[in-house]
């Protein structure tokens, strides 16, 4: 008789995204925590990702126009070249076949016979042809003669159909060589970002410059905060942005970038660095992005120029050394410095912490006696008179 045996249940684990199981608590060093994080944005602004498994790549035909102008040069220039090399070639052969078909070709010799083409005598010549047409050169040695009217419709067609080539490569080409991509890498960010004290409150701060004379026209600069992060009900969400305030609120953003500015991040109760410490920051994965916006003044098109600054860039009591001097009648920015930083007294906790101390630090003698009291327990003294000053001092000292 056989006896059933019972099979262990298998429970599965639910599979966690990457960066959840990535971000599970683990002791590694400084050296494995950077090698491990992956930035979202690379230091020359270029994102760092890629699209897989995308399905419906009909899409990108429906948009042919941007697909092109987003090709790498050395493949624009191939389908520039084999765009009108296939148009040539075709239009040609239908030259040739006309000929063929009428039978100019038997009667080469024939000088009674009235072609469709003159002195088109090969599929060469009709390619030839075709391309004095549509380029609309017109030697004069090959003319079409008015004896055939399916010639002088596939003339109207071709030259149609060429000017709409012309007009669709030309503009693709005009506005692939006009990107602002360019200019942006004339746009320079500090490879380091600070924080330290400025009047009185801890400060998140970047640098960003021009190289340039021409200015950038309506320059903005905004920043987010990558960092992923799991809600109260347990979903993890992987790369979470977080608006990061550089001035929004008072104009700040608002850049005349004709010489390198500072640009200051207040870190207060609405800040995500609010309950950040030194020590805290060394050891959390986290990015910033910052993005700065404008337009050319030589052509107008917008322009965008990226960075980013992970935790381990992040230098916490440093300021950067300044760059703009009073020379005999002008300015100088001195790009030397461009990145230099240097050290200042910082103090090494969270920005909360130090807005607490304050807070305590700025209570009268009163509150702070009745709070004490109040801990241990005892009855609040009454209200001091002449001469018990020296009383309740002495009380305050335990």
């Known amino acids: 008789m056989e006896q059933d045996v019972e099979s262990p249940a298998i429970i599965k684990k639910p599979k966690l995204p990457k960066q959840a199981r990535e971000d599970l608590p683990k002791q590694l060093s400084e050296k494995e925590r950077a090698k491990r994080f992956q930035r979202y944005v690379r ?97 004069g040695y090959r003319v079409i003669t008015d004896k055939c009217p399916e010639g002088i419709l596939l003339l109207l067609i071709q030259s149609v159909l060429g000017s709409i080539v012309n007009a669709f490569m030309v503009g693709c080409m005009f506005v ?33 410059g021009d190289l340039r004379n021409s200015h950038i026209v309506e320059a ?69 992005v910052v993005i700065l916006e404008g337009m050319v003044e030589a052509t107008g098109m917008t322009c965008q120029a990226r960075s980013s600054y992970v935790s381990s860039e992040i230098k916490w009591g440093y300021r950067f050394t300044p760059v703009l001097t009073l020379e005999d009648g002008f300015y100088e920015v001195d790009y030397n410095s461009f990145h230099d930083i240097y050290e200042t007294n910082t103090p090494a906790c969270s920005a909360k912490e130090l807005a607490d101390m304050t807070n305590r630090a700025r209570l009268p003698l009163t509150w702070s006696l009745a709070s004490r009291l109040s801990q241990q327990g005892l009855p609040d003294q009454p209200t001091e008179k002449n001469g018990d000053v020296t009383n309740i001092e002495s009380e305050s000292k335990v």
């Open 43 to 139: 230091k020359d602004g270029k994102c760092n990702v890629r699209h897989g498994n995308v399905r419906e790549t009909y899409r990108y035909l429906t948009d042919i126009f941007t697909t092109l102008v987003d090709l790498k040069w050395g493949l624009n220039l191939f389908i520039f070249v084999l765009v009108y090399t296939v148009t040539w070639l075709f239009f040609g052969f239908m030259w040739w076949l006309i000929a063929y078909l009428r039978g100019d070709l038997e009667h080469l010799s024939d000088n009674q016979w009235t072609p469709c083409v003159n002195n088109l005598n090969s599929f060469v010549s009709a390619f030839l042809f075709s391309i004095e047409t549509e380029t609309t050169i017109g030697y």
């Open 220 to 288: 903005s600069i905004r920043a987010k905060l990558i960092k992923s992060k799991q809600t109260k009900e347990g979903e993890f969400i992987p790369l979470n942005q977080t608006d990061i305030n550089v001035g929004y609120n008072t104009g700040d953003d608002r850049l005349f970038l004709v010489s390198p500015l500072i640009i200051c991040h207040e870190i207060n109760q609405n800040s995500p660095f609010w309950e950040i410490s030194q020590a805290h920051l060394t050891r959390d994965d986290l990015e910033i």
């Open 176 to 208: 692939k060589i006009s990107q602002p991509k360019k200019r942006a890498e004339t746009l320079v960010f500090s490879t380091k970002a600070v924080i330290s004290m400025r009047d009185g409150r801890l400060c998140l701060m970047f640098r960003v």
